[in-house]
């Protein structure tokens, strides 16, 4: 049974920094890509990052150079570093296998003053 349990979300002013965790299992982790996608109240679900099985990583324009992807195999677990967060990042981060169509229960980022 596939379970992806996401944590590390909390409020934060702007300019602040948070890093997400997804712990994962149930698949071979180590041989999918996985992504963080987000939901902000009113909006649909968007992608906002990649880490393919071999390390490369993608970025949705608004995040990149601010959010870092990673994963560690060891521990089937994916990373978002999240830097100079932004009002705009407010919503519930989740994670997923790019080739599975399983979710977890989200965590989530508020970014005010």
């Known amino acids: 049974q596939v379970q992806l349990v996401e944590s590390g979300g909390g409020s934060v002013e702007p300019g602040g920094s948070l890093r997400l965790s997804c712990v994962a299992s149930?698949?071979?982790?180590?041989?999918?890509?996985m992504g963080w996608y987000r939901q902000s109240p009113g909006r649909q679900r968007e992608w906002a990052a990649t880490?393919?099985?071999?390390?490369?990583?993608w970025y949705e324009a608004s995040v990149k150079r601010r959010f870092t992807i990673s994963r560690d195999n060891a521990q089937n677990t994916t990373y978002l570093q999240m830097n100079s967060l932004k009002p705009e990042d407010t919503a519930v981060y989740y994670c997923?296998?790019?080739?599975?169509?399983?979710w977890g229960q989200g965590t989530q980022v508020t970014v005010s003053s």
């Open positions: 149930g698949f071979r982790f180590s041989k999918h890509g």
């Open positions: 997923k296998p790019m080739a599975l169509d399983y």
């Open positions: 880490v393919t099985s071999d390390g490369r990583t």
